[in-house]
């Protein structure tokens, strides 16, 4: 019994050492699971069981830098742009019935 503990405790482990690896990857999980050998049915269970527990690793966001913008290619300042192509309408469907939508005329 005391061994059916261990080798869930290193497994446990285990999982955490690799999580922290895909948080820090940047790759889509479909990509990690590969080049880790793992199924993506054993990735989203192991992910889903450590943040239950709360052993899951702390995500943490990378920085991407997308470099300066050059003044060349700035936008046009609004005055510029003919009122009808002067709209924004953006729309984030969050699920469980949580939208965002942002709608400028």
Do not use: N
Request: with cysteine.
């Amino acid at each position: 019994m005391q061994e059916a503990v261990e080798g869930k405790l290193s497994k446990k482990v285990e999982w955490q050492h690799r999580l922290a690896r895909f948080a820090a990857s940047g790759q889509p999980i479909k990509v990690f699971c590969q080049a880790e050998r793992v199924s993506q049915a054993a990735f989203y269970r192991w992910r889903t069981y450590l943040v239950e527990t709360g052993s899951a690793p702390e995500a943490t966001a990378g920085f991407i830098d997308a470099g300066a913008w050059p003044a060349a290619r700035e936008a046009p300042p609004m005055a510029l742009i003919e009122p009808a192509k002067a709209t924004l309408d953006v729309r984030l469907d969050f699920g469980h019935g949580l939208v965002l939508h942002i709608a400028r005329r």
